[in-house]
């Protein structure tokens, strides 16, 4: 399900129970779900217009200000509504492990209608056996109050990660 457009990147790390997380149960955020398939869950609700449910695979917790978790859910809404309305797409292209996180790649392959290349990184946290995406989803500072520092610190590699492999994408076009 890849077209050709921006690309956007995922962290995902496999910290349990690290944080104290306010969530209700949510079909397809679990143990056996992959972290390539809750990008691709998360990506689904998107697309098909239900940015509440995008936002519920959010990993959340009280140390968050109230107004970061409003804009986000404000982001996300306005996302859904540019892939419901076709101007914009987003597909799922690849998962990159390293230690105990990863970063995975999607594809915007539209953009404000019109074909695009841009890559960005969405990022992950599982927490206590789930996977979670981090709400600011192409930034993983929101992660900082959900995992253990030495935790966090692979966020820098997997960033590093990334911009090689963005550069990679690029050159193959």
């Known amino acids: 399900m890849r077209l050709g457009i921006t690309f956007l990147t995922l962290a995902i790390f496999s910290i349990v129970g ?10 397809g955020c679990n143990q056996q779900m992959t972290p390539a398939a809750t990008v691709e869950f998360f990506l689904e609700h998107l697309h ?36 419901t309305a076709g101007t914009w797409h987003i597909s799922f292209v690849e998962v ?27 990022y ?11 709400p600011g989803v192409y930034n993983y500072r929101a992660a ?6 030495k935790e966090y610190a692979v966020f820098d590699r997997l960033k590093k990660w990334f911009k090689k492999r963005k550069r990679e994408l690029k050159k193959e076009g």
């Open 144 to 149: 900082s109050v959900l995992l253990p520092e």
């Open 48 to 83: 098909a217009g239900r940015p509440a449910d995008a936002f519920r695979m959010c990993a959340v917790n009280e140390k968050m200000p109230k107004a970061f978790l409003e804009d986000e859910q404000e982001d996300l809404r306005k996302l859904s509504e540019e892939l």
């Open 96 to 122: 990159h492990v390293e230690g105990p996180g990863a970063v995975g790649v999607v594809n915007e392959d539209i953009k404000n209608g019109k074909p695009s290349i841009d890559y960005d990184p969405i």
């Open 124 to 134: 992950l946290v599982c927490l206590e056996g789930k996977w979670w995406i981090v």
């Open 18 to 27: 690290c944080s104290k997380q306010v969530k209700p149960e949510l079909k």
